[in-house]
T-cell receptor, first 109, second 109 residues
Framework: DGGITQSPKYLFRKEGQNVTLSCEQN?????MYWYRQDPGQGLRLIYY???????QKGDIAEGYSVSREKKESFPLTVTSAQKNPTAFYLC????????FGPGTRLTVL | RKEVEQDPGPFNVPEGATVAFNCTYS??????FFWYRQDCRKEPKLLMS???SGNEDGRFTAQLNRASQYISLLIRDSKLSDSATYLC??????????FGKGTSLLVTP
């Protein structure tokens, strides 16, 4: 089955800890993206990568970091510098049309 | 001015009704347009792309008016399973997408 997987589905973190969210795709897409969704808000772009070993900041990159060592994988690290990390994190891949993974709900305790 | 604006609703309609959503966008150079559907606590799923000539997929019809910078989605013969949030999405150029906050639809028996 082709698709995008994200793990974990739910994640709880203490303040001051870094956490890494996983995103894997087997759709052979060059471009991958990370979005954040807050209740009642539209999706906001955190980072995106058009090809391996290259990525660009989106609208809200502060407090986040990414890597793109393999075409299939685009992990997102939420660092302790992110002031309001509790949110629904969505990974996507694709070009003109983007397809989403099931998301990770991060809660900071 | 927000880049993509939608009426948040909720739209409460009975089964079998026809309902229409509109969305406006601010960037006149925008190149691609989409409607996504998002169920509660799930990822957005691509419903349809919107073409300049308009397009139809079963009970769903999308229209684009570039001169007025708005996009519409018409749902005919509403089903209970159509209850969801509908996201208007615009590609202003390049890879990033701009998302509206969504319009909530509730179809009742």
């Amino acid at each position: 089955d082709g698709g995008i997987t994200q793990s974990p589905k739910y994640l709880f973190r203490k303040e001051g800890q870094n956490v890494t969210l996983s995103c894997e795709q087997n759709l052979n897409h060059d471009a991958m993206y990370w979005y954040r969704q807050d209740p009642g808000q539209g999706l906001r772009l955190i980072y995106y990568s058009q090809i391996v070993n290259d990525f660009q900041k989106g609208d809200i990159a502060e407090g986040y970091s990414v890597s793109r060592e393999k075409k299939e994988s685009f992990p997102l690290t939420v660092t302790s510098a992110q002031k309001n990390p509790t949110a629904f994190y969505l990974c996507a891949s694709g070009g003109t049309e983007q397809f989403f993974g099931p998301g990770t709900r991060l809660t900071v305790l | 001015r927000k880049e993509v604006e939608q009426d948040p609703g909720p739209f409460n309609v009975p089964e079998g009704a026809t309902v229409a959503f509109n969305c406006t966008y601010s960037n006149s150079a925008s190149q691609s347009f989409f409607w996504y559907r998002q169920d509660c606590r799930k990822e957005p799923k691509l419903l349809m792309s919107v073409y300049s000539s308009g397009n139809e997929d079963g009970r769903f019809t999308a229209q684009l008016n570039r001169a007025s910078q708005y996009i519409s989605l018409l749902i005919r013969d509403s089903k209970l399973s159509d209850s969801a949030t509908y996201l208007c999405v615009v590609n202003p150029g390049g890879y990033a997408l701009n998302f509206g906050k969504g319009t909530s639809l509730l179809v009742t028996p």
